[in-house]
């Protein structure tokens, strides 16, 4: 089994800045792609970022230029840094590790609210 934790979410005025991580836990050899993913009251989950096991990354349209995702691989870890942040990127944040499974965070709530 492998779990995931996320962290770093709460609440930001609009212009700033939150950095959220999610560490991997349990029965891993290896973790292949790291996505976070977002899901707003009354609406899907959608991918907001996505990252290979070599680096390449992949972003939404919505939050190119604002945020950008990395991972550490010796720590079993992906990291989602977000700056400029709008009202409308307030969503329970998702991480998902394929490892090879899908496995899934608990969600971490980001709010942006002056």
């Known amino acids: 089994q492998v779990q995931l934790v996320e962290s770093g979410g709460g609440l930001v005025q609009p212009g700033g800045s939150l950095r959220l991580s999610c560490v991997a836990s349990?029965?891993?050899?290896?973790?292949?792609?790291m996505a976070w993913y977002r899901q707003a009251p009354g609406l899907q989950r959608d991918l907001v970022a996505a990252i290979t096991r070599g680096g390449s990354t992949h972003y939404s349209d919505s939050v190119k230029g604002r945020i950008t995702i990395s991972r550490d691989n010796a720590k079993n870890t992906a990291y989602l840094q977000m700056n400029s942040l709008k009202p409308e990127d307030t969503a329970v944040y998702y991480c998902?590790?394929?490892?090879?499974?899908?496995?899934w965070g608990q969600g971490t709530q980001v709010t942006v609210s002056s």
């Open positions: 349990g029965s891993i050899f290896v973790i292949y792609n």
């Open positions: 998902k590790f394929d490892a090879p499974y899908a496995y």
